[in-house]
């Protein structure tokens, strides 16, 4: 199999979370660069970044799925019981806990 990057996570609960998503796609995932989190703030911030990896053929529907991913985190929405404005990425209002798919 050949690996090929397809993104560089802000963090390793972000890239787990990716990892389980392109997973459950049917994607294999390998991370990278996960056991020097650790070192946050000893080593060069481009160093400790976590990486995910997929098999070249892979790639493509990988890269599209993550792309998805950012268009919903860069989204708004606002709660439909308390009018709270919140991120895209977060499935229930951080303000009053009601889900997202009842705003």
């Given at each position: 199999m050949s690996w090929v990057q397809v993104y560089s996570a802000s963090n390793s609960l972000e890239a787990h979370?990716?990892?389980?998503?392109?997973?459950?796609?049917g994607m294999d995932v390998m991370l990278k660069g996960d056991s020097l989190s650790s070192a946050t703030?000893?080593?060069p911030a481009d160093v400790v970044a976590v990486t995910?990896?997929?098999d070249v053929l892979r790639s493509e529907k990988a890269r599209e799925a993550l792309h998805q991913y950012e268009l919903q985190a860069e989204s708004l929405w606002f709660?439909?019981?308390?009018q709270e404005e919140n991120s895209g990425s977060f499935e229930i209002?951080?303000?009053?806990?009601?889900?997202?798919n009842e705003s």
């Open positions: 979370s990716l990892k389980g998503m392109l997973e459950a796609m703030g000893e080593l995910l990896w997929v709660c439909s019981s308390c209002c951080w303000q009053c806990s009601t889900p997202r």
